[in-house]
Protein backbone atom coordinates (compact mmCIF):
# COMPACT_ATOMS: atom_id res chain seq x y z
CA UNK A 1 0.00 0.00 0.00
CA UNK A 2 1.35 3.30 -0.59
CA UNK A 3 0.14 6.19 1.43
CA UNK A 4 0.89 9.87 -0.09
CA UNK A 5 0.06 12.05 2.90
CA UNK A 6 -1.14 15.60 2.32
CA UNK A 7 0.06 18.50 4.71
CA UNK A 8 -2.91 20.65 4.75
CA UNK A 9 -2.45 24.38 4.58
CA UNK A 10 -0.86 26.03 7.76
CA UNK A 11 2.42 23.47 8.51
CA UNK A 12 3.04 19.86 9.19
CA UNK A 13 1.12 19.91 12.23
CA UNK A 14 -2.20 19.65 10.01
CA UNK A 15 -1.81 16.04 8.68
CA UNK A 16 -5.05 14.29 8.28
CA UNK A 17 -6.36 11.72 10.80
CA UNK A 18 -5.65 9.20 7.61
CA UNK A 19 -1.85 10.31 7.29
CA UNK A 20 -1.32 10.12 11.64
CA UNK A 21 -3.08 6.95 11.33
CA UNK A 22 -0.37 5.65 7.92
CA UNK A 23 2.38 7.39 9.87
CA UNK A 24 2.03 5.19 13.19
CA UNK A 25 1.90 2.01 10.89
CA UNK A 26 5.32 0.09 10.93
CA UNK A 27 5.88 0.80 6.77
CA UNK A 28 8.87 2.83 5.27
CA UNK A 29 8.11 5.98 4.59
CA UNK A 30 10.03 8.29 1.93
CA UNK A 31 9.51 11.86 3.42
CA UNK A 32 6.36 13.53 3.53
CA UNK A 33 4.78 14.04 0.18
CA UNK A 34 2.41 16.85 -0.55
CA UNK A 35 -0.97 15.75 -2.86
CA UNK A 36 -3.49 17.65 -4.52
CA UNK A 37 -6.16 15.65 -6.40
CA UNK A 38 -7.10 18.07 -9.57
CA UNK A 39 -10.36 19.90 -9.44
CA UNK A 40 -12.17 21.34 -11.86
CA UNK A 41 -14.26 24.34 -11.31
CA UNK A 42 -15.86 25.79 -14.78
CA UNK A 43 -18.50 28.04 -15.41
CA UNK A 44 -21.95 26.81 -17.39
CA UNK A 45 -22.26 26.91 -20.93
CA UNK A 46 -25.40 28.88 -20.08
CA UNK A 47 -23.42 31.38 -17.67
CA UNK A 48 -20.86 31.46 -20.57
CA UNK A 49 -23.89 32.06 -23.30
CA UNK A 50 -25.44 34.68 -21.14
CA UNK A 51 -22.07 36.57 -19.72
CA UNK A 52 -22.62 35.68 -16.06
CA UNK A 53 -19.72 33.79 -14.38
CA UNK A 54 -21.45 31.09 -12.48
CA UNK A 55 -19.86 28.33 -12.13
CA UNK A 56 -20.74 24.30 -12.06
CA UNK A 57 -20.16 22.23 -8.34
CA UNK A 58 -16.52 21.30 -8.54
CA UNK A 59 -15.84 17.89 -9.87
CA UNK A 60 -12.58 15.89 -10.20
CA UNK A 61 -10.87 15.75 -13.71
CA UNK A 62 -9.71 11.89 -14.33
CA UNK A 63 -5.98 10.78 -15.42
CA UNK A 64 -7.91 10.18 -19.53
CA UNK A 65 -8.93 14.18 -19.90
CA UNK A 66 -6.07 15.37 -18.36
CA UNK A 67 -3.70 13.49 -20.35
CA UNK A 68 -6.31 14.35 -23.41
CA UNK A 69 -5.90 18.32 -22.93
CA UNK A 70 -2.56 18.26 -21.70
CA UNK A 71 -1.56 16.85 -25.42
CA UNK A 72 -4.07 19.16 -27.09
CA UNK A 73 -1.87 22.58 -25.61
CA UNK A 74 1.44 20.53 -26.85
CA UNK A 75 0.11 20.32 -30.27
CA UNK A 76 -0.81 23.79 -30.37
CA UNK A 77 2.87 24.70 -29.19
CA UNK A 78 5.88 22.88 -30.69
CA UNK A 79 8.38 23.88 -27.84
CA UNK A 80 6.07 21.99 -25.10
CA UNK A 81 8.28 20.14 -22.75
CA UNK A 82 6.25 17.08 -23.35
CA UNK A 83 4.44 15.21 -25.81
CA UNK A 84 2.59 11.80 -26.35
CA UNK A 85 5.94 9.94 -25.74
CA UNK A 86 6.56 11.73 -22.30
CA UNK A 87 6.79 8.97 -19.51
CA UNK A 88 3.95 10.06 -16.92
CA UNK A 89 2.74 8.01 -13.70
CA UNK A 90 -1.01 7.98 -12.97
CA UNK A 91 -1.76 7.22 -9.81
CA UNK A 92 -6.12 6.70 -8.53
CA UNK A 93 -7.74 6.13 -5.28
CA UNK A 94 -4.70 6.64 -3.33
CA UNK A 95 -5.44 5.40 0.12
CA UNK A 96 -8.33 3.56 -0.77
CA UNK A 97 -8.14 -0.21 -1.07
CA UNK A 98 -8.42 -0.52 -4.50
CA UNK A 99 -6.12 2.11 -5.13
CA UNK A 100 -4.62 1.81 -8.40
CA UNK A 101 -0.68 2.79 -9.79
CA UNK A 102 0.07 3.38 -13.57
CA UNK A 103 3.58 4.22 -15.46
CA UNK A 104 4.22 4.67 -19.25
CA UNK A 105 4.06 7.31 -21.49
CA UNK A 106 0.80 9.71 -22.36
CA UNK A 107 -0.41 7.83 -25.27
CA UNK A 108 0.01 4.35 -22.98
CA UNK A 109 -1.60 5.81 -20.23
CA UNK A 110 -4.53 6.97 -22.42
CA UNK A 111 -5.57 3.00 -23.03
CA UNK A 112 -5.51 2.61 -19.27
CA UNK A 113 -9.10 2.41 -17.63
CA UNK A 114 -8.69 3.52 -14.08
CA UNK A 115 -12.10 2.99 -13.17
CA UNK A 116 -14.25 5.14 -10.41
CA UNK A 117 -13.21 7.57 -8.36
CA UNK A 118 -12.27 6.44 -4.45
CA UNK A 119 -16.04 6.59 -2.98
CA UNK A 120 -14.69 6.27 0.66
CA UNK A 121 -14.02 10.24 0.50
Request: hydrophobic share 40%.
Amino acid sequence: MLYIIGLGLGDEKDITLRGLIAYALPVSLIGMLQFADIKVKEPSLESLCRGKKVYEPPRFMTINTAIEQLLEVAQNHPDSAYNKDTTCVGLVRVGCEDQMIAAGSMEQLLTIDFGPLCTAL
